[in-house]
């Protein structure tokens, strides 16, 4: 009898679930639940760098998806689902009660941002992190060692003690912090007490600086040397953490009841969505699976005993089993990558506000035009750079605009464009931007080699993958490499219906997972020779142009 998995996708601006058949991968049933107050920009602050969501966009999505996705799916199905994993954005941290309830789900702090989850793409804790990387450079113990020596405001720490700096009663009322990625699974199982929740180990060790080296979490002599605010925290998290192959627990009776399933349901212990759709792009080892959706993140793996006791300085951290079980994982990415396209757009769209208040046309007719330009822009955009010819004389992007994620972190950088002349328009605008994205994963990827890990090929996943031909060509030139593209649409999501096969014991590994449910490869990109040269010279440029950007403003 046929048995299913369901991974459970939390990405920045919706979440997926996906039904997956474990003998042979098929996609059975899918569906997917944008956040209603997230799409409506409520408990977001741009000009503070402030992103914040609301648990309820969580909770909805959860129930909604799955059921939703059960009922699309052939009948008989829900009855053999054996497993759900989760897979979310991260850090992504929560203040909770002892209880391990959001504080935002508890009375008084319903609409205070500060109670909410504090997104990943959320930099307001900048200075914290300085603070952070300050100590920890004259510790006797620098625990951002296995962070790639810089800590970032994107990570948990940082944003923790910037909540509670900023806010006393979340500070009086928070007796733990969490993950998405831990809540949700601890959620599902019925067990959301702080203390005794199976936390994973890549969101720990890759953003709260947990390691084996250290006996778990830093010292709460560090920690308090940081701020006393922190005072006792330590002891109210945790100790141990777990690979994304092992189970949470079981479903329970509660949730079973909600959804439509059985409480022999495995919840396998989560992780962040870049990792598991490395493992659902089938990622190998000294492959780099790059996530390229609104960031980037960059997965790469290596056996442990050839890597050794290596550091690689400037990246988001090294973990033993963080990506695969068994494995090292590597994380490095970029803080804006759609990001930028669509910041892009969103200002050659702005003549729509005039638009929207002529009189020159009917209702219905100006908002079907206002949707068509919005539908079109990208495309239009996507055809016209492509016509370009490649030339170091044109427009020169940096891919900061919201900050600098690898390598070497740096969240208090801008981003620039140079070379503008009267004879520029918005396709050749367009156009040094996607160069600027290209050469900010050039720029990892000669790290990653600097530092002695070399790299043997290059898995493309997500939404910009899959929708631009004109991205990829010149992510290919760039980075002279060919770049595969996963052929699922929904990989991070397959990622976790993977592990969950696992977790719930069907599979013993993660490659036998993957072997078997894998969605294989859509397409291929490859360099061409002579743009590979032109691009060298205009990495140059690029390398110049951001050297001068970030020392002297």
């Given amino acids: 009898m046929a048995k299913y998995?369901?991974?459970?996708d939390y990405g920045t601006d919706s979440v997926r679930a996906l039904i997956v058949d474990i003998e042979d991968g098929t996609e059975v049933a899918q569906a997917v639940f944008a956040y209603p107050r997230?799409?409506?920009?409520?408990?977001?602050?741009?000009?503070k760098n402030e992103f914040r969501q609301h648990p309820l966009d969580y909770l909805e999505g959860l129930e909604f998806t799955i059921t939703e996705a059960l009922k699309n799916a052939p009948d008989g199905v829900a009855q053999q689902v054996v497993g759900i994993s989760v897979d979310t954005t991260g850090s992504t941290p929560i203040a909770v009660d002892e209880k391990g309830t959001p504080?935002?789900?508890t009375s008084g702090f319903e609409e205070n941002p500060n109670a909410m989850f504090v997104l990943w793409k959320d930099h307001s804790a900048i200075?914290?992190?300085n603070e952070i990387n300050a100590l920890a450079k004259k510790w006797?113990?620098?625990y951002t060692q296995f962070e790639g020596g810089i800590y970032s405001s994107e990570w948990f720490w940082a944003k923790v003690l910037h909540v509670i700096r900023e806010d006393a009663g979340v500070l009086r009322a928070a007796y733990s912090w969490v993950e998405h990625c831990d809540w949700i699974p601890a959620l599902l199982c019925g067990n959301t007490n702080p203390k005794t929740l199976k936390r994973s180990r890549c969101a720990a060790g890759h953003k709260a600086m947990w390691h084996e080296a250290f006996d778990g979490l830093p010292s709460e002599e560090f920690l308090v040397a940081l701020d006393s605010l922190l005072s006792g925290l330590r002891d109210r998290l945790f100790k141990d953490t777990y690979t994304c192959d092992v189970a949470a627990g079981n479903l329970s009776q509660d949730w079973a009841d909600k959804l439509g399933l059985s409480n022999n349901v495995v919840v396998g212990v989560g992780a962040f969505d870049a990792h598991?759709?490395?493992v659902g792009a089938e990622i190998k080892p000294y492959h780099v699976a790059k996530v390229m959706g609104t960031s980037t993140c960059d997965m790469l793996i290596a056996p442990l005993e050839e890597v050794g006791d290596k550091l690689v300085n400037g990246i988001c951290g090294?973990?033993?089993g963080s990506i695969v079980p068994g494995m090292l994982g590597l994380e490095a990415g970029q803080s804006a990558f759609g990001d930028i396209y669509a910041w892009f757009k969103k200002l050659l769209e702005w003549p729509n506000t005039i638009l929207e208040d002529t009189t020159l046309i009917n209702q219905e007719t100006k908002q079907k035009l206002i949707g068509e330009i919005s539908d079109k822009l990208i495309a239009k955009l996507n055809e016209a750079a492509a016509q370009i010819p490649i030339d170091e004389n044109n427009v020169v992007a940096l891919d900061w605009m919201n900050g600098r994620r690898t390598p070497d972190a740096n969240q208090e950088l801008k981003g620039a464009i140079a070379g503008l002349s009267l004879g520029v328009d918005a396709p050749r605008i367009f156009r040094g931007l996607v160069e600027a994205t290209a050469f900010g994963?050039?720029?990892i990827n000669d790290r990653f080699i600097k530092e002695g890990i070399r790299i043997d090929g290059t898995i493309a996943l997500g939404g910009v993958a899959k929708k631009s031909p004109f991205v990829m060509q010149v992510m290919a030139d760039v980075l002279n490499m060919p770049i595969k593209v996963a052929h699922s649409e929904q990989v991070c999501a397959l990622g976790s219906a993977m592990m969950a096969a696992v977790a719930a014991g069907v599979y013993a590994t993660t490659s036998e997972a993957q072997e078997k449910m894998g969605g294989g490869i859509e397409t291929e990109y490859f360099p061409i020779p002579e743009n590979v040269e032109k691009y060298k010279r205009l990495y140059k440029k690029y390398l110049s142009f951001g050297a001068f950007i970030e020392n002297e403003f």
């Fill in 5 to 8: 998995t369901i991974g459970l």
């Fill in 103 to 105: 504080l935002a789900l």
């Fill in 38 to 47: 997230w799409k409506k920009e409520r408990y977001c602050n741009p000009s």
């Fill in 140 to 142: 006797e113990i620098d």
């Fill in 441 to 443: 994963s050039k720029a």
């Fill in 127 to 129: 200075n914290e992190a």
């Fill in 318 to 320: 090294q973990v033993d």
């Fill in 276 to 278: 598991l759709g490395a």
